[in-house]
């Protein structure tokens, strides 16, 4: 095929974005519900990292607002939903093996809200995250469209690590990985980096003494990684 | 059953959740609107398939061709010639009254002079064992897709079951769709358009798109540039399309040259297909002949464009347009299914039987005056097929799809959507109004 | 047989640029059996690349797709040609026997027609058509400003006002009716500075025109630039375009002699 509009290019950029909020939030999710053992309102590190104050009763219901709250923009729920609206109108880029991982994931999250102890299942869930990327590089040949997607992964990883100020040395994988994707993309295409806004996260994540000063620059950085290079007149 | 018993479909499948389980993880779905809210329904699935034996699909298989043949035959004939009209054959009234007749497309010959590519023949089998043509969908006939993943998913769950039962494979669906498409193809990649993830068959476009490798687009992907139809590139190139398998309606396709107020249409498609720098799969105009009025002339058509009788009956109709027949409708209103011409999708069907006879003479006096807007058939005893409801086996109305394809020759699917009624009482059935589908087999031998 | 020289020069300009702009002109007066174009030369600006065809109802068709940004189109056309109404059509189709869109009879039109029909006794259709045409200009007056392009034949008779076009439209819902084919004509004359509308009816064996706004048979004083089942058909430029734009100024002037 070879040919990619517009449309798709975004939505594969975001299929990529979603998928990886999801898998990192999970991630997350999965410590906070580790340290829930222990204590009461032991998410609030966590909220303050998105600048959210604390408005929840208690940990259930945190919880509940950021697992299965479909309209929380925070929430796994919402990734999800996110990651399976790109994915289902990429069927013939992707594959309907790779979209039926995104469905199985919607549907175990549902699934597990009404268990229990939802932790059990949602080891099921990181299993069709896994699953979802395994068909990503195993069906998709064309390697234009498959980076893409990656390019959204890597760089919502290293958006996600950066707000919830992750060690350094997740942070300089997370920027390798990155740059590793970006020098794939083809120039003159949407997600060919701006080399200025590259060139300032690599200055920022350049050594663990830079990292801690520089960090929110760093994000800031990443916000305008694909705007158009300014045209001297 | 030709030899295959219920039960061992139903012991082999064990439950049917495990089937719909999978079809659920393949996103196997159709969207709907209720109450102006968009949704995404499972389609539900029935495991006890249809079964056709080879000698009756050989019989079915012939006359499909015929009729099929002949409706493209007609179709090029109506848009070129129209001998069949100047014979006498179909009166001129129901060619341009019709609002499938599209005037916009007189004279433009498409690619092998092939109209309709993709044909959804909605059959029935009668009680005696006689199948009736209920109507042709030459337009965007859907569904294809249901049996061809369920069958996918029925040989994982029982493959027992088909090890001992000599069913024809199904799956080349996706082969013979791309020989179609390649057949017309003039010069470039294969694409199917969609108005979108919000239509009802979006499941369909998309998986069609993935099984053919061809492009699924949108028209604000795509323009007209020279008269040739282009996909445009996320660097800012271009990409020639040679065939588009559209999956919208006639009158939404160019805003040029139909409904202005057409936002999911491509400006100047039709002028790059008049000048034959793309192929329209299925031909724009087609509805002229699958209309519910022309039906009825399809038997003639055949004997008249093939010199051969018809293979496959019609349900015995009635065109009120004729005297005759206007007065036979009005005294036999009660016993017979009166269909509306411009309604599709099970809508502006209605039996006689469940009217009280104030709206009898009310739909008289409406018969009367518009006689052009109805056809009147008698209402066929249909088989029943067996589906399974909560653990029991219950007899439902149900209705067989065949696809027919013309590429290179004109070639019959050998499976087909079957699709019953979930109600007792219906003999309406339509995914759109409830209902589930069924697998289609077709025996070797 | 008259030589006339013809030009049709039209700007349309938009208050916001636009973009992606896809059109399809119908300007170049076809080849008929009456009408030989002995030259003509067609000027679009901003340059763009253009196709033609002819579509269904023998119109010649310009397309073109300006991609990017503009703020007005301009198209002229300038040309020589030769018109013999002496010679006529014999194109017929029969779609032209049915009612289309903006010409189809709502109650009020239809009994009109009922009303009116028996009044002429004649059954020869160049009779009944010039009985009808008669019939509209003492029913209906020439108004401009009061419809416009998407007026049906309907609303115009209702008001029992319009201009060319709706005239146009009206009578060839009266003949249709009356079993009668008839057509709907875009062109120029030499009666005004604008595009004119008139209609062709079947009588027959051959295309007759009449032009109901003036209630007078067509002479060689009038050129053919499009045909169709009704306006629709004929429109002199239908376009598609993208961008900011509220509104879009449309200036036209014709000129033939």
């Given amino acids: 095929m070879g040919t990619i509009s517009i449309e798709h290019g975004d939505h594969l950029y975001w299929l990529g974005r979603y998928t990886e909020r999801s898998f990192t939030t999970l991630k997350v999710l999965h410590k906070i519900f580790d340290r829930m053992i222990d204590e009461d309102h032991c998410y609030t590190e966590y909220l303050s990292c998105f600048g959210l104050s604390d408005i929840y009763?208690?940990?259930?219901?945190?919880?509940?607002?950021?697992?299965?709250?479909?309209?929380?923009?925070?929430?796994?729920?919402?990734?999800?939903?996110?990651?399976?609206?790109?994915?289902?109108?990429?069927?013939?880029?992707?594959?309907?093996?790779?979209?039926?991982f995104l469905q199985m994931a919607k549907d175990t999250l549902k699934k597990s809200e009404k268990m229990q102890n939802?932790?059990?299942?949602?080891?099921?869930?990181?299993?069709?995250?896994?699953?979802f990327w395994g068909c990503i590089y195993e069906y998709i040949y064309?390697?234009?469209?498959?980076?893409?997607?990656?390019?959204?992964?890597?760089?919502?990883?290293?958006?996600?690590?950066?707000?919830?100020?992750?060690?350094?040395?997740?942070?300089?994988?997370?920027?390798?990985?990155?740059?590793?994707?970006?020098?794939?993309?083809?120039?003159?295409?949407?997600?060919?980096?701006?080399?200025?806004?590259?060139d300032e996260i690599s200055n920022a994540v350049e050594s663990a003494d830079k990292y801690d000063k520089y960090s929110s620059e760093a994000l800031t950085a990443l916000e305008h990684i694909f705007d158009r290079p300014e045209v001297s007149a | 059953m030709s030899g295959i018993k219920v039960e061992q479909f139903t012991q082999a499948v064990g439950n049917a959740d495990e089937i719909n389980e999978l079809l659920r993880r393949y996103g196997v779905k159709f969207g709907i609107y209720k109450n102006g809210v968009f949704k995404e329904q499972f389609f539900p699935f029935d495991p006890i398939p249809r079964v056709i034996n080879a000698e009756d699909f050989k019989s079915i298989e012939k006359g499909l061709v015929q009729r099929v043949d002949a409706l493209n035959r007609f179709l090029f004939d109506i848009y070129h010639e129209k001998n069949i009209v100047k014979d006498g054959i179909v009166p001129e009234d129901f060619i341009y009254i019709s609002s499938g007749y599209l005037a916009q497309c007189e004279g433009i010959s498409p690619a092998k002079g092939i109209y309709s590519h993709i044909s959804g023949i909605d059959l029935v089998q009668g009680k005696d064992g006689e199948w009736y043509i209920l109507e042709d969908n030459l337009r965007i006939p859907s569904g294809a897709s249901y049996p061809l993943i369920a069958r996918e998913l029925t040989r994982i769950a029982c493959p027992d079951v088909f090890a001992e039962n000599n069913v024809t494979d199904n799956r080349n669906y996706a082969d013979l769709l791309k020989e179609t498409m390649e057949n017309v193809n003039c010069g470039g990649i294969r694409a199917i358009l969609t108005p979108g993830?919000?239509?009802?068959?979006?499941?369909?476009?998309s998986y069609l798109a993935e099984h053919t490798g061809s492009v699924l687009v949108q028209n604000d992907e795509l323009f007209v540039e020279d008269n040739i139809l282009y996909h445009r590139t996320y660097s800012g190139g271009k990409t020639r399309i040679g065939v588009l398998y559209r999956r919208i309606a006639d009158e939404y396709l160019d805003p040029l040259t139909f409904l202005p107020e057409s936002l999911i249409g491509i400006p100047n498609l039709m002028e790059a297909y008049r000048a034959g720098n793309v192929a329209i799969i299925n031909a724009p105009g087609n509805g002229v002949a699958d209309d519910k009025g022309i039906y009825y002339f399809v038997p003639k058509m055949i004997e008249y464009y093939l010199g051969e009788k018809p293979i496959l009956k019609n349900a015995p109709t009635y065109l009120p347009f004729y005297e005759e027949d206007?007065?036979?409708?009005?005294?036999?209103?009660?016993?017979?299914?009166?269909?509306?011409?411009?309604?599709?999708?099970?809508?502006?069907?209605?039996?006689?039987?469940?009217?009280?006879?104030?709206?009898?003479?009310?739909?008289?006096?409406?018969?009367?005056?518009?006689?052009?807007?109805?056809?009147?058939?008698?209402?066929?005893?249909?088989?029943?097929?067996?589906?399974?409801?909560?653990?029991?086996?219950?007899?439902?109305?149900?209705?067989?799809?065949?696809?027919v394809l013309s590429g290179k020759e004109t070639k019959v699917w050998a499976s087909g959507l079957t699709r019953f009624s979930r109600n007792p009482d219906s003999f309406v059935v339509n995914s759109s109004q409830g209902g589930g589908f069924k697998d289609t087999w077709v025996l070797s031998r | 047989?008259?030589?006339?020289?013809?030009?049709?020069?039209?700007?349309?300009?938009?208050?916001?640029?636009?973009?992606?702009?896809?059109?399809?002109?119908?300007?170049?007066?076809?080849?008929?059996?009456?009408?030989?174009?002995?030259?003509?030369?067609?000027?679009?600006?901003?340059f763009v690349s253009t196709q033609q065809t002819t579509d269904a109802f023998g119109n010649n068709v310009t397309a073109g797709y300006l991609r990017n940004e503009h703020r007005f189109l301009d198209f002229e056309i300038r040309g020589r040609a030769e018109v013999n109404s002496e010679i006529k059509r014999t194109d017929y189709m029969p779609c032209y026997l049915y009612k289309s869109e903006l010409t189809a009879p709502d109650e009020e039109l239809a009994a009109f027609y009922a009303e009116n029909r028996d009044r002429c006794s004649s059954t020869d259709p160049d009779t009944r058509a010039e009985f009808f045409s008669g019939l509209l200009s003492e029913t209906m007056t020439y108004q401009k400003g009061v419809t416009d392009t998407d007026t049906t034949a309907a609303a115009a008779f209702k008001r029992r006002s319009g201009v060319c076009q709706d005239f146009s439209h009206v009578l060839i819902s009266l003949l249709r009716m009356d079993g009668i084919a008839a057509r709907y004509i875009a062109g120029l004359a030499f009666c005004d500075g604008e595009t004119h509308a008139w209609v062709e009816y079947w009588n027959g064996s051959c295309w007759n025109g009449i032009d109901p706004a003036n209630n007078c048979r067509t002479d060689d004083g009038y050129l053919v630039v499009s045909q169709g089942r009704d306006f629709r058909d004929c429109a002199v430029d239908r376009g598609v375009m993208f961008g900011g734009y509220s509104r879009q100024l449309h200036l036209v002037r014709t000129e033939l002699k």
């Fill in chain 1, 142 to 198: 064309d390697a234009e469209i498959k980076n893409i997607i990656k390019c959204g992964k890597s760089l919502e990883r290293l958006d996600l690590y950066l707000r919830l100020d992750y060690p350094y040395r997740s942070i300089r994988k997370a920027y390798s990985r990155l740059t590793r994707n970006l020098e794939s993309i083809p120039e003159n295409t949407p997600y060919r980096y701006n080399s200025k806004f590259l």
């Fill in chain 1, 57 to 100: 009763e208690d940990n259930n219901d945190f919880i509940r607002h950021f697992l299965y709250d479909k309209n929380n923009p925070n929430s796994l729920a919402f990734s999800l939903e996110r990651a399976y609206d790109n994915g289902i109108v990429l069927r013939e880029e992707i594959s309907t093996e790779a979209l039926s």
């Fill in chain 1, 118 to 131: 939802p932790r059990l299942s949602l080891i099921s869930l990181e299993d069709n995250i896994y699953g």
């Fill in chain 2, 197 to 205: 993830r919000y239509n009802a068959a979006y499941f369909e476009h």
């Fill in chain 3, 1 to 46: 047989m008259r030589n006339v020289n013809f030009s049709f020069t039209t700007k349309i300009t938009f208050d916001d640029y636009v973009h992606d702009h896809s059109f399809a002109l119908r300007i170049i007066p076809p080849e008929t059996e009456n009408q030989h174009i002995v030259s003509y030369d067609v000027k679009i600006s901003p």
């Fill in chain 2, 326 to 403: 206007r007065k036979y409708v009005l005294e036999n209103i009660g016993k017979l299914v009166i269909k509306d011409v411009a309604e599709a999708g099970g809508y502006g069907v209605v039996f006689g039987s469940d009217l009280s006879d104030e709206k009898l003479e009310e739909f008289r006096q409406t018969i009367i005056a518009e006689p052009r807007r109805f056809i009147a058939q008698e209402v066929i005893d249909f088989l029943d097929l067996p589906i399974l409801e909560g653990g029991e086996t219950v007899m439902r109305k149900a209705d067989l799809r065949a696809f």
